[in-house]
């Protein structure tokens, strides 16, 4: 059963409306996440997270389950390798909501298979996109988040 | 106080250590789950969740009549990034497997 859950919290200093386009919108997660996400954001629609490199290559892809702006994002997750098998897709979760002044953003990735290579890759990966994503709102600069990759 | 005072606080407790290395080890546990072989009170274990929470080192989840828990690594990320150099990086993960297998070593 692919029943591990990971969720992830961090407030931001910026209206919930741009944080909400901070996740979809590529030219912006570019800036900070290193790769585009692209789709038109329809529910049942297909969505794809791209590397910059020159082939532009996938690196996960899923449907867009669930797309309120400026609320909640639903996707589901795969790597293009697994895009077939629906076994091997997760499902993520990003809820913004406004808290005060910020935004909190949960970030809630669940039905990921213990011990598989995505299960390794995001338990690292979504502690340092989202300290990429509040410096790059609050400050206009990212974190040089591929520089501390191998 | 600010969210990173609150943050070095919660982690300055050995329990609360203790709470977040069993979230760490078996994420998503009830009350109920993490208070099974704790030497603590039920009351403090919820005090020290409640004070973890407000740090952001722990998220709650309900689900049905049940909250879970779940360790939000978000704020420790956060004290890595500030003073951990990125091209030091490397030399430190090759440091710190370096004394692991000498410990180990030192156990056979």
């Known amino acids: ?150 | 106080m600010k969210d990173e005072d609150k943050v070095f606080k919660a982690l300055a407790d050995a329990n609360r250590r203790k709470l977040l290395d069993r979230l760490y080890a078996r994420n998503g546990q009830t009350l109920t789950e993490l208070c099974k072989g704790l030497d603590m009170a039920r009351q403090s274990v919820t005090q020290h969740l409640d004070l973890l929470e407000a740090a952001n080192l722990i998220a709650t989840v309900r689900q049905g009549r049940e909250k879970l828990h779940y360790f939000n690594p978000v704020p420790v990320h956060a004290i890595y990034e500030r003073w951990i150099g990125k091209e030091e990086r490397q030399r430190l993960t090759a440091l710190a497997d370096f004394k692991r297998k000498m410990e180990a070593n030192d156990h056979e």
């Open chain 1, 1 to 150: 059963m692919n029943d591990a859950k990971f969720v992830y919290v961090i407030y931001i200093a910026a209206k919930p409306e741009k944080v909400f386009e901070a996740l979809i919108d590529g030219e912006m997660t570019r800036q900070y996440w290193f790769h585009d996400n692209v789709s038109d954001w329809k529910p049942g629609s297909r969505w794809e997270h791209r590397h910059l490199d020159g082939e532009k290559q996938a690196r996960v892809v899923g449907k867009v389950l669930e797309c309120t702006p400026p609320k909640r994002l639903v996707l589901s997750w795969a790597s293009p390798e697994n895009e077939a098998d629906r076994s091997k897709y997760s499902r993520v979760t990003l809820e913004v909501e406004p808290v005060a002044d910020m935004v909190r953003l949960t970030v809630t990735h669940e039905e990921l298979e213990p011990g598989s290579d995505m299960l390794r890759g995001i338990s690292g990966g979504w502690p340092r996109v989202l300290s990429s994503l509040k410096s790059f709102l609050e400050t206009g600069k990212p974190l040089d988040i591929m520089a501390s990759k191998k």
